[in-house]
């Protein structure tokens, strides 16, 4: 960041050719808001959740599988020459996960064989402790080894020994500790397990639910990453949704992410058939989703499966009445005292406490998949009915349609729920619906939103761009103010997906990219927008003055009682500087302000590179001081983005 006082950024700046934008806010007649309300939708695509935020270190670590994806030996390799397949033992780990790893000699007996992982294309080893396990089943005198190690060179990092204790036709589980005593200098490096065939009985073992943890964001056990859930957490969210996304609609009527499945020991989870072409662990669960909500300090929007199905399917009207319980007990399980059926689950699963869940949505795009019908049958009975059995059953709690006024033939959507818009968008469309929100009385929240094309391309079929791109970013700024002018009526603005995990891209457009070496943990340029407009919360709204474009903004109070104003510039006329002066309506000469502006590389396609580290997105901090009728004087260049506010911490002084 870069600190400036006024006088030298005032000298600094060109006489602008541009004629200046004279904004006047108002002290009052605005609107109230919810006043947080910046966040991010989760699900797991392209390994954000296993492989991504879910720091279990070993890829496919229990073989499970599904229709579309068989059980197979990913991400494993034999070590020293043993013959390594997939087994169905009798009996199974469990009825959940039936399927193992055979690891026999392949020559003669004896020797130390074993079997390695390469983690999801990778494994971060640093001087920290790594918590570890497997069961194994079969007789084996001796012990186990267990190791993080080079891929590429012979180096071990850590190496430890484990009595065995397994024996014939039962499963036994053995936990081990590492601690590397140096950094790995890459993340080439794979975990593996040893042992001295001649001791195996049959020269054969079979293990299972190979796992391996790092230290997890808040410690919690079977946690989430640390560099990602803390790049999360500096967004300042307060909205968190989850768990989808197609991901919760599922393939077919059979292949929905049944919360059940994802309760309890990892031993108990069978997985689920991804709808991004994976199987999921389910090591992510509904459990670990309400305490990476609460750990993360922010509210949820929990979706519950509605009765569609990615395939178009729906269930009919005389069948949804199971389906509406099972979100009852979900919603039980949540926030149900812990004497309630659910809740006392939730409560032998170690968090008696309930969690506070105030807002359900009734599915994801329902307008989408099996358009008419699905959505036919949306409006006419399956919204209905799960909106009017939650709310008999938790009357505080806000239903949330999962389509707004603006989705295909539309939705009146019935009172008291709330709408959900989803604008995947080219810049230049940000302007165009600037105004969008402006008359629409019917809260709605924005529970994805990204810029995803570029510009000059014809809508979802144009060109995807393949990061998060400055101008790209700077429209959606523009979006982002465009719903905080009406946030009186817009509750929620998520981002959406969050994560990429950079083996794994297809869907480019993510706030964050990441991989196995935490070094590659990339902050987009639009992480640098959503930051900045979060940590100014307006509590509520003040009315404006002022031409609009190049310039669009939002002005408000913020929970400190200080004025602030957002605005971001986007073209200008032959590209010059905008000269800006906002005046607060009351506020005394001398006032000071923080203005804070983000500007982007000369490029508009420039974007933060995960291989070089190179931040496009340049920060400077001024503190303004306002003249006889309240007035700031600063100037924009164009594709910035602006925030004055009146308070702000004094790091100025020295
Ligand atoms: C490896 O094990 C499989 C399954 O038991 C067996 O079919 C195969 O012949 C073995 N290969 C070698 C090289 O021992
Ligand atoms: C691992 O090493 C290979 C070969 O040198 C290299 O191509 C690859 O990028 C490395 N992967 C990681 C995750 O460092
Ligand atoms: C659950 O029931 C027990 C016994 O009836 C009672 O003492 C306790 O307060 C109840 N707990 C909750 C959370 O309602
Ligand atoms: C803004 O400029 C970009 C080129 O940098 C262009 O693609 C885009 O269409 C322009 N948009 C408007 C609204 O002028
Ligand atoms: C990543 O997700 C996209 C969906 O956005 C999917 O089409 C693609 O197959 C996934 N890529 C990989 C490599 O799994
Ligand atoms: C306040 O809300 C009213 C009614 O929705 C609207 O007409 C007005 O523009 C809003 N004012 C501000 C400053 O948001």
Same mark, same amino acid.
């Given at each position: 960041m870069v ?6 950024? !005032?000298?600094a700046c ?31 695509? *392209? ?36 013959? !390594? ?16 790893? *055979? ?26 402790? /790594? ?115 197609? $991901? ?19 031993? +108990? ?10 199987? $999921? ?41 199971? %389906? ?17 059926? %659910? ?29 008419? +019908?699905?959505?036919?049958? /949306? ?17 505080? !709690? ?29 810049p ?15 809260? +709605? ?6 810029s995803?094309?570029v510009n000059?391309? !014809?809508? %979802?079929?144009?060109?995807?761009a393949k990061w998060p791109w400055w101008i790209g970013s700077v429209g959606g700024a523009i ?29 480019d457009i993510?706030i964050?990219q ?8 990339t902050r987009s340029t639009d992480w640098y927008i959503w930051e900045l ?17 190049p ?17 971001a510039c986007y073209n200008t006329?032959?590209h010059a500087n905008v ?17 804070t502006l983000l500007t982007g590389p000369k490029d508009p396609y420039g974007y933060n590179d995960p291989k070089t580290g190179i931040n496009v997105v340049e920060t400077t ?14 100037e924009m260049p164009e594709l910035s983005v602006a ?12």
């Amino acid at each position: 960041m870069v600190f400036l006082r006024s006088a030298a950024l !005032i000298a600094a700046c060109a006489v602008s050719l541009v004629s200046a934008v004279d904004i006047s806010v108002q002290a009052t007649g605005g609107n109230k808001t919810r006043a947080y309300q910046y966040g991010f939708l989760h699900e797991d695509i *392209n390994n954000s959740g296993d492989g991504g935020l879910y720091a279990e270190l070993i890829r496919n670590r229990a073989f499970q599988y599904g229709e579309k994806f068989p059980a197979s030996l990913e991400a494993w390799f034999p070590v020293n020459g043993a013959n !390594i397949s997939i087994s169905h033992p009798k009996p199974a780990l469990s009825d959940e996960l039936p399927a193992a790893i *055979n690891v026999k000699s392949s020559g003669k007996r004896g020797g130390q064989i074993g079997f390695a992982n390469e983690g999801y294309w990778g494994i971060n080893v640093k001087k920290q402790k /790594y918590s570890g396990s497997f069961w194994v089943k079969g007789t084996y005198k001796g012990q186990f080894t267990a190791s993080l190690q080079s891929a590429l060179t012979d180096e071990v990092f850590a190496s430890t020994k484990i009595k065995s204790k397994a024996v014939a036709d039962e499963w036994v589980e053995h936990k081990l500790e590492l601690i590397p005593k140096k950094d790995a200098p890459n993340s080439n490096n794979t975990f593996a397990i040893t042992f001295n065939a001649a001791g195996a009985k049959d020269g054969s073992l079979d293990f299972n639910l190979i796992s391996l943890f790092p230290p997890t964001y808040k410690g919690r056990k079977n946690g989430m990453r640390i560099d990602i859930a803390e790049a999360l957490e500096e967004l300042h969210p307060t909205f968190f949704r989850f768990p989808g996304g197609n $991901m919760l609609e599922g393939d077919n009527i059979d292949n929905w992410w049944d919360w059940k499945d994802t309760l309890g020991p990892l031993r +108990h989870r069978k997985g689920f058939q991804n709808t991004w072409g994976y199987q $999921m662990t389910n090591g992510f669960g509904l459990l670990e989703y309400l305490e990476f909500a609460e750990d993360m300090n922010m509210e949820m929007i929990l979706g519950v499966y509605s009765g569609l199905s990615l395939d178009g399917n729906v269930v009919p009207e005389d069948e949804l009445q199971p %389906w509406i319980d099972d979100a009852l007990n979900q919603i039980e399980f949540v926030r149900g005292d812990a004497n309630s059926t %659910w809740g006392s689950k939730r409560a032998e699963l170690g968090h008696p406490e309930p969690f506070k869940l105030e807002f359900v949505e009734i599915g994801n795009e329902e307008w989408l998949a099996g358009y008419p +019908h699905g959505w036919e049958t /949306y409006k006419q009975y399956r919204l209905p009915m799960f909106m009017d059995a939650i709310r008999a059953a938790y009357p505080d !709690i806000n239903i949330i349609a999962s389509g707004s006024v603006f989705d295909q033939n539309g939705i009146d959507i019935p009172e008291p729920a709330i709408g959900d818009y989803h604008p995947y968008r080219k810049p230049d469309n940000f302007l165009e619906e600037f105004n969008l929100f402006d008359n629409v009385a019917t809260p +709605h929240i924005i529970g994805e939103v990204s810029s995803t094309h570029v510009n000059g391309g !014809i809508g %979802w079929e144009g060109q995807l761009a393949k990061w998060p791109w400055w101008i790209g970013s700077v429209g959606g700024a523009i979006g982002l103010i465009s719903y905080e002018r009406n946030a009186d009526r817009i509750l929620g603005i998520l981002y959406a997906p969050i994560l990429r995990n950079l083996e794994r891209s297809q869907w480019d457009i993510t706030i964050l990219q990441h991989a196995a070496d935490p070094a590659l943990t990339t902050r987009s340029t639009d992480w640098y927008i959503w930051e900045l407009m979060a940590a100014h919360p307006i509590i509520e709204t003040l009315p404006v003055k002022g031409e609009l474009d190049p310039l669009f903004f939002v002005a408000g109070k913020t929970k400190q009682d200080s004025l602030v104003w957002k605005g971001a510039c986007y073209n200008t006329t032959e590209h010059a500087n905008v000269p800006v002066t906002v005046s607060f309506e009351g506020v005394a000469a001398g006032t000071q302000a923080e203005l804070t502006l983000l500007t982007g590389p000369k490029d508009p396609y420039g974007y933060n590179d995960p291989k070089t580290g190179i931040n496009v997105v340049e920060t400077t901090k001024t503190i303004l001081e306002a003249g006889e009728d309240g007035e700031f004087e600063f100037e924009m260049p164009e594709l910035s983005v602006a925030v004055l506010d009146t308070y702000f911490e004094d790091t100025y002084s020295e």
